[in-house]
């Protein structure tokens, strides 16, 4: 503020604009209000006159209306069953990731691994849709649960897609292992969530595509799937 009202910084600002102003705080009553500082000069330029405007009010309403939008975006990403993201996020994702990609940033290691919830189409039948929703939240949940550090993301109906980076990019394999462990043990004592898996790592010398990355991946959990079937 003290650099605001210089008569040198004043002079020099309304040379180019009309008037100028600053927002800041001040403390009222061991409380922080929002103020705005407006300077400008009189009709025949010979005086400057400051007002001081108190704004808490517009400053917190924008503040509520900008928290309303993010968190609007933020529901407009999740699956509303499970509370993982959803398709449009992983879109999201993907664009990002391939432009990267497309402009040379081939440092950036990832993997994906693409599940497939097994049995949900009996479960549908047999015991009705609402025990299939439970079946596909249990999924989503044991996901989350192993790859702790990574976006879950539902894309169809029992289909999953989980970008892996950072931690859980260099424990790939052994999270890959918990996760098989894990479904293998709920088909031995027929309770719990069956779920195809298939992993790849994204190939910076022969990858041009996210799309190939998730096509490996894809592959690789369809011969998950018709191993467990088997």
Not at 160 to 179: H, P
């Amino acid at each position: 503020m003290s650099e605001f009202i210089t008569k040198d910084n004043l002079l020099s600002m309304l040379e180019e604009h009309k008037d100028g102003s600053l927002d800041y705080r001040i403390m009222v009553n061991g409380k922080s209000r929002y103020t705005r500082m407006i300077a400008r000069k009189t009709s025949d330029g010979t005086h400057l006159i400051i007002g001081v405007e108190d704004i808490d009010e517009v400053i917190k309403r924008e503040k509520r209306h900008m928290k309303a939008l993010k968190t609007e975006k933020e529901l407009a990403r999740r699956d509303e069953l499970t509370g993982v993201r959803n398709k449009t996020a992983y879109k999201e994702l993907e664009k990002s990731v391939q432009s990267n990609i497309d402009n040379g940033m081939d440092y950036l290691n990832f993997a994906l691994v693409v599940c497939d919830s097994n049995n949900l189409k009996m479960i549908n039948d047999t015991l009705g849709h609402a025990a299939g929703d439970e079946y596909i939240k249990a999924s989503a949940q044991i996901l989350c649960d192993i790859f702790v550090h990574s976006p879950v993301f539902r894309v169809g109906g029992d289909e999953f897609v989980v970008f892996l980076r950072g931690s859980d990019y260099s424990s790939r394999k052994e999270l890959m292992e918990k996760l098989r462990s894990k479904v293998l043990e709920n088909k031995k004592n027929g309770d719990g969530v069956v779920l195809a898996s298939g992993m790849a790592e994204y190939q910076p010398e022969t990858d041009s595509f996210v799309s190939e990355v998730f096509d490996r991946a894809d592959k690789e959990m369809y011969a998950e799937k018709q191993s467990l079937k088997a």
